[in-house]
């Protein structure tokens, strides 16, 4: 199904330019821009270590964590489905003996985090782009409410705890629907993410982890921005915050193509020409950035995993 998607998304794409100008565009792109790129993506990722080095304890070296973190990322960028996500737990437990428990946990907190930190930045962006497009403004109050809603319910869950689960469960039980297996799903998985958000009831860990996240997706943000401007195209920042978060929540989806492929160029467009930006930029600049990203992903990734062997001879990924 990834395979049929991937090629039907391409084709449909793909045949709105001529291949040859994605390839002019990279040859064309500025070495400043793709260095500082490239610069504040390492930094990026010595952001996401330092992050999970708090959310551990400080049980392992932020050096371990950065390499761990390069490899997942490429991992967890090539695989449908963000499927990726279980080489983290899997290198924690490999590399450091750490159960699954805990890396699941620690994952997702992070997740928490980075929905919390991108929703933000994509809020604000949302009402700068709402002051230049009308059509959006209606859009941007029902984000602003849905936006509000999630964090009214994450600092809920986590002051109340398996309080707030509790008068649930009662009613459903009351209400004959205490067996029904989809609810008690999204109960386990409430009831997973509390005990997931037990590191962040230390005031100071919860503050440093926010803002680090904050610089994490800023930095990510950045990144997409030099690289698009470094290929010469003009699309503001808060433009660029508002198309890449979408193709980030694309990941999530089930319809997302291998490694991405197709899915993001297809979501990017959709997203960037109501916003504006000239069709053909739009499908230029979507393959443009993808193919510098999974560069960014891959060399990292590498060196990752070089770093892993040589710090860990005896142990095998």
């Keep these: 199904m990834a395979v049929v998607i991937t090629i039907v998304l391409l084709y449909l794409t793909l045949s709105q330019i001529k291949p040859a100008e994605i390839v002019n565009t990279l040859k064309s792109i500025e070495p400043?821009?793709?260095?500082?790129?490239?610069?504040?993506?390492?930094?990026?990722?010595?952001?996401?270590?330092?992050?999970?080095y708090i959310l551990l304890n400080k049980r392992i070296k932020i050096r371990s964590l950065f390499n761990i973190v390069c490899v997942y990322n490429m991992v967890n960028n090539m695989a449908p489905m963000r499927a990726g996500e279980l080489s983290y737990i899997?290198?924690?437990?490999?590399?450091?003996?750490?159960?699954?428990?805990?890396?699941?946990?620690?994952?997702?907190?992070?997740?928490?985090l980075d929905f919390a930190a991108i929703c933000s930045l994509f809020l604000v962006s949302s009402w700068i782009a709402a002051k230049q497009l009308e059509g959006l403004r209606l859009a941007a109050i029902l984000t602003s409410l849905l936006i509000i809603a999630c964090f009214l319910l994450l600092i809920v869950l986590l002051h109340c705890r398996?309080?707030?689960?509790?008068?649930?469960?009662?009613?459903?039980?009351k209400m004959g629907l205490g067996k029904d297996a989809r609810i008690n799903y999204v109960i386990l998985k409430l009831r997973e993410m509390i005990q997931a958000m037990e590191s962040m009831?230390?005031?100071?860990?919860?503050?440093?982890?926010l803002i680090t996240s904050f610089l994490i997706w800023m930095a990510n943000f950045s990144v997409?921005?030099?690289v698009i401007r470094g290929m010469h195209f003009d699309i503001p920042?808060?433009?660029?915050?508002?198309g890449s978060t979408f193709t980030v929540l694309s990941t999530l989806l089930p319809i997302y193509g291998i490694a991405g492929l197709g899915t993001s160029q297809g979501l990017w467009t959709v997203i960037f020409v109501p916003l504006g930006i000239p069709l053909n930029d739009a499908i230029i600049s979507a393959f443009g950035y993808y193919i510098i990203q999974m560069a960014f992903y891959l060399t990292l990734g590498i060196y990752g995993l070089i770093s892993i062997k040589i710090l860990n001879p005896n142990n095998e990924l």
Excluded: E, Q, W
Excluded at 92 to 110: E, F
Excluded at 201 to 208: A, C, D, G, S, V
Excluded at 237 to 242: K, T
């Design 32 to 52: 400043t821009y793709l260095i500082i790129g490239f610069l504040t993506y390492i930094f990026c990722n010595i952001l996401r270590a330092a992050r999970f």
């Design 224 to 226: 997409v921005f030099l």
């Design 90 to 112: 899997y290198m924690l437990k490999k590399l450091h003996n750490k159960n699954a428990a805990i890396g699941a946990s620690t994952l997702i907190v992070a997740r928490i």
């Design 201 to 209: 009831r230390n005031i100071k860990t919860t503050i440093f982890a």
């Design 162 to 173: 398996d309080n707030f689960l509790y008068p649930f469960t009662c009613c459903l039980d």
């Design 237 to 242: 920042l808060h433009i660029v915050i508002m």
